[in-house]
């Protein structure tokens, strides 16, 4: 599978923004799907997933944030109310088949990153 996610931008604090990941050469339904951010000088970080038992959120982004699916699009999205500055980084989306959800380590198929800048 490959993924491609889009939909990031400048926004203020306050804004929405609702990202996009479309999958192809494969359904993201056999995977648990996954998105991530990167600030600059930091570690790649969890942000949300959701798989087959259910969705998992960060608690920095509990509450703002929700990730869903559309299995006709075969595309997954992330949903992002009530944006902070510290939201600002380039998001991944990224697939896995096993392993601890949470864990960037059990993901294999990475997106290329869409930036989101939330401005103050």
């Known amino acids: 599978v490959q993924l491609q996610a889009s939909g990031g931008g400048l926004v203020q604090a306050g804004d929405s923004l609702r990202l996009s990941c479309a999958a192809s050469?494969?359904?993201?339904?056999?995977?648990?799907m996954g998105w991530f951010r990167q600030a600059p000088g930091k570690e790649r970080e969890f942000v949300a997933a959701?798989?087959?038992?259910?969705?998992y959120y960060a608690d920095s982004v509990k509450g703002r944030f929700t990730v869903s699916g559309e299995y006709a699009k075969n595309t997954v999205y992330l949903q992002m109310n009530s944006l902070e500055p510290e939201d600002t980084a380039v998001y991944y989306c990224a697939a896995s088949r096993s392993g601890s959800i949470t864990n960037v380590r059990s993901y294999d198929v990475w997106g290329q990153g869409t930036l989101v800048t939330v401005s103050s």
């Open positions: 959701r798989s087959i038992y259910g969705t």
């Open positions: 050469g494969g359904t993201f339904s056999r995977y648990a």
